[in-house]
């Protein structure tokens, strides 16, 4: 029976050499009335004529929901961001797991998990959920049944609970499946051995750039006849909209533009065509590069650390809120004017370093560079 699960940081075990998510999870046995209830779903499932033919995990689902159907509880779950040391390993006085007096928890302090974990285990029925540390309670069930991967991390289920349930004022609420299509546009270079390709890859800072043939696992030259034999690659076309599986939640989201319309990208970058009528593309890009969407990235990030993916039902099943089209407009201006000033000046700030560069060599006087100070 599963009492509590509290989600830890990427990077807890991090200085003992595992990269592994990990959760804490308490236990305890079930009281022997549950067992025996247990006992006798599990022979009425089983013996039940209707289920002839069904696979054991999907008979194994079946009879969990009907006994926590019967015998339903609630679990606790929690979300620790800090816990008393740095990514690094350095000591820190941030913890949201527990404070301490002398090295000894303080047991009932409801700023931190561990006293929100007394409060829930004292009155499992009264308990209320408790933001920064996050914390909340789930039944069994939902926990058991929300997810078709029966997924119990809590960082899914705590975003469900307490992420915006309504829109801002001035938006209204889609979702992303009815304002996204997928694209899947096949290509297997190898079938045309002497066309060269543009191959793209893409930044968190949800950049796109072509990838540089030779360089780490590329292949030394994107003429078709270097691909692998049968290997499947997706075009692109203009203003589609392209997201990393991996590292979405980090930002990796952009759209296709001119210049790379007709390049092809690998599996791992889902494709879109956006519904222009009710989003611009460039402000779904704006969107979901924001702090609150890319929270709710790294909720449904589903797998083992160093290999998370966000699956595409995952990613169109998500809530999103929009303002009219002419409001997105002027944000898409708003922006538009500061990237272009951002990119000015950071062009002026490549100029005058190569020019110190070339002054420090000897190549220029040192004039050349006073005189734009």
């Given amino acids: 029976k ?20 990990t959760s804490i999870i308490f236990l305890r046995k079930f009281e022997p009335k549950e067992i025996r209830a247990f006992n006798r779903i599990n022979q009425i499932i089983r013996s039940n004529p209707n289920n002839e033919g069904l696979k054991e995990v999907e008979l194994e689902k079946i009879i969990i929901s009907n006994f926590l159907g019967e015998y339903p ?34 047991i009932d302090d409801a700023e931190t998990i561990l006293g929100q974990f007394n409060l829930f285990m004292d009155n499992e029925g009264a308990y209320q959920p408790y933001r920064s540390p996050d914390c909340i309670k789930i039944s069994a069930l939902d926990l058991f049944t929300s997810h ?73 030259d994107w003429h078709g006849a270097y691909f692998k034999e049968d290997a499947k690659w997706y075009r692109v076309r203009k203003d589609n909209l392209i997201i990393s599986r991996i590292d979405i939640w980090k930002g990796c989201v952009s759209v296709i533009t001119e210049e790379f319309g007709g390049a092809i990208v690998t599996n791992e970058f889902p494709v879109f065509q956006v519904n222009s009528e009710l989003i611009r593309t460039r402000f779904l890009k704006i969107l979901l ?71 420090i060599m000897g190549n220029l006087p040192l004039e050349e560079l006073i005189e734009n100070i």
Avoid: C, W
């Fill in 148 to 220: 078709k991967s029966n997924r119990i991390d809590p960082k899914y289920h705590i975003f469900k609970k307490l992420g915006i349930i309504s829109p801002p004022e001035g938006m209204a609420i889609h979702k992303l499946g009815k304002l996204l299509d997928p694209i899947v546009e096949v290509v297997i270079p190898r079938d045309y051995p002497d066309e060269l390709f543009t191959t793209l890859t893409l930044s968190h800072e949800g950049i796109l750039s072509p990838r540089e043939a030779g360089k780490g696992n590329n292949q030394p």
């Fill in 73 to 106: 509880y609630d679990i606790f779950l929690a979300e620790a961001n800090r816990i008393g040391y740095t990514p690094s390993g350095k000591v820190s006085d941030l913890n949201d797991l527990y404070h301490d007096i002398d090295r000894v928890p303080i």
């Fill in 2 to 21: 599963i009492l509590g699960v509290i989600s830890l940081p990427d990077y807890a075990f991090r200085k003992a050499g595992a990269q592994n998510k």
């Fill in 289 to 359: 590069r924001s702090d609150y969407f890319q929270k709710a990235m790294r909720a449904i990030n589903t797998g083992h650390s160093n290999r998370r993916r966000t699956q595409t039902t995952d990613f169109l099943n998500l809530d999103i809120f929009l303002p009219s089209a002419d409001i997105q407009d002027s944000i898409i201006e708003v922006f538009q004017e500061n990237e272009n000033e951002f990119n000015r000046l950071q062009s002026i700030y490549v100029e005058m370093t190569s020019k110190f560069n070339n002054i």
